[in-house]
């Protein structure tokens, strides 16, 4: 079965940048599995951030990006501030199998 | 505005069953594909199962196949996950989405999950 793969954790200094990476355990992430990202903090539902690659949802800082990085997703935060500090999930389409698979989503610190 | 409004979660016993629903409003309900997701307890988002904007087609994750029932009613604008055989690592809050289609290339589209609800919580403990 097909994983996605983000990194367990990050930390990033405030105004610094920092981008977390979504992978295939087989392949590569392309515009086909219509990566999207999200952001959510403890006890809240997540919230869009990115999709299509590089699209902003509405009201979404122009500080986070998306895009394809080799053969990852990739979401960039420039200018990190301190409410930045949240869990970020991608998830990936995928052809055959389960349709939806999150990556496990990775723990960002701002400090 | 457009809005998600998951209930029907609690503590049900080990094989018990529960039926959750999820409220929408502000968009055209009939008109979208429904998605459930959920996130056991310090754990990640897990994708559940997902219907068709007319309900004639159903998916479910491996974990959940034959257990658990989505299902929606367009003229109520609510969509529902019918959890029977209810086991402990169902536990988790499960939350309801809309996917979006969008910027489109050659016939393939983008999907995203927007908006997502506030989440309902099940738990399966004797």
């Known amino acids: 079965q097909t994983v996605v793969t983000q990194e367990p954790s990050l930390s990033v200094s405030p105004g610094g940048t920092v981008t977390l990476t979504c992978g295939l355990s087989s392949g590569s992430v392309s515009t086909t599995h219509y990566p999207s990202w999200y952001q959510q903090t403890p006890g809240q539902a997540p919230r869009t951030l990115i999709y299509?690659?590089?699209i902003r949802s509405s009201g979404v800082p122009d500080r986070f990006s998306g895009s394809i990085l080799g053969n990852k997703a990739a979401l960039t935060i420039t200018g990190a501030q301190a409410d930045d500090e949240s869990d970020y999930y991608c998830?990936?389409?995928?052809?055959?199998?389960?349709?939806?698979?999150f990556g496990g989503g990775t723990k960002l610190t701002v400090l | 505005e457009v809005k998600l409004v998951e209930s029907g979660g609690g503590l049900v016993q080990p094989g018990g069953s529960l039926r959750l629903s999820c409220a929408a409003s502000g968009f055209t309900f009939s008109s979208y594909w429904m998605h459930w997701v959920r996130q056991a307890p310090g754990k990640g988002l897990v994708w559940v199962s997902r219907i068709n904007s007319d309900g004639t087609t159903t998916t479910y994750a491996d974990s959940v196949k034959g257990r658990f029932t989505i299902s929606r009613d367009n003229a109520k604008n609510t969509l529902y996950l019918q959890l029977n055989s209810l086991r402990a690592e169902d536990t988790a809050v499960y939350y309801c989405a809309r996917v979006l289609m969008g910027f489109c290339n050659g016939g393939s589209c983008h999907r995203w999950f927007d908006p997502w609800g506030q989440g309902t919580l099940v738990t399966v403990s004797s």
């Open positions: 998830v990936l389409y995928l052809v055959g199998g389960i349709p939806w698979v």
């Open positions: 299509a690659a590089n």
